[in-house]
């Protein structure tokens, strides 16, 4: 079945850029593109929505984060990229890649997540 | 932006059952998702569209939504059904489309 994995760095410093990289396996290109989100999470808080990037390359932003987001597909590689500019330590979460149903606008299939710290 | 509003948490003994409500301006008219999130877990689709389940997630849950308030509906609650749950909506009028609650911590005393 499919699976997403998040990777990229466990910790970078106030200021920095932050690269994450979901990879999506065992996906049949035979089913069109997938629709694919980011989604954060801080320690012992909610769910927090921050991209999006649908199967024809619409994508969309957390107004809270616009202008500090660009998410990105490479197809080839079968990956979804996600930066983040001028990193802080509020940014401190797991940070989630997850597959939008094609039934509907909702999630339905998730990685296990990163997290992510922000520390000088 | 629409926002969705949960009870910080909700205890039910073994064997009850469990409501969890999800609050929002005439939520009624827009499709509900809820996740559930065990500790340390990615969260997990368990209701989808108000009341459809995915394929293995237990009858025991189920949803329903109407004017102001969703809810979650977990039946004959289990010790392994503790867990954070979320409600979701999107909200295609906003420039902040995917909107989640702030989550319900289940607790089975």
């Known amino acids: 079945q499919v699976t997403l994995k998040e990777s990229g760095p466990v910790l970078v410093k106030p200021t920095e850029t932050l690269t994450l990289t979901c990879t999506v396996s065992?996906?049949?290109?035979?089913?069109?593109?997938?629709?694919m989100s980011w989604i954060r999470q801080p320690p012992g808080k909610a769910l927090e929505w921050l991209a999006h990037?649908?199967?024809?390359?619409?994508?969309s932003y957390s107004t809270s984060l616009k202008g500090r987001l660009t998410i990105s597909r490479d197809t080839s590689k079968s990956q979804v990229v996600l930066t983040m500019t001028n990193m802080d330590p509020v940014d401190t979460a797991t940070y989630y890649c997850?597959?939008?149903?094609?039934?509907?606008?909702?999630?339905?299939?998730w990685g296990r997540g990163t997290l992510v710290t922000v520390s000088s | 932006s629409y926002v969705l509003t949960q009870p910080p948490s909700v205890s039910v003994a073994p064997g009850q059952t469990a409501r969890i409500t999800c609050g929002g301006n005439n939520i009624g008219s827009k499709s509900v998702h809820w996740y559930q999130q065990k500790p340390g877990q990615a969260p997990v689709l368990v209701v989808y569209?108000?009341?459809d389940r995915p394929s293995g997630i237990p009858e025991r849950f189920s949803g329903s939504n109407s004017g102001n308030t969703a809810t979650l509906t977990i039946s004959r609650v289990e010790a392994g059904d503790e867990a954070d749950f979320y409600c979701q909506v999107w909200d295609g009028g906003s420039d902040h489309p995917w909107v989640f609650g702030g989550g319900t911590k289940l607790t089975v005393l």
């Open positions: 997850a597959r939008i149903s094609i039934r509907g606008l909702f999630f339905d299939l």
């Open positions: 065992n996906f049949s290109r035979s089913n069109g593109g997938m629709h």
């Open positions: 569209y108000d009341t």
């Open positions: 990037i649908f199967s024809n390359d619409d994508k």
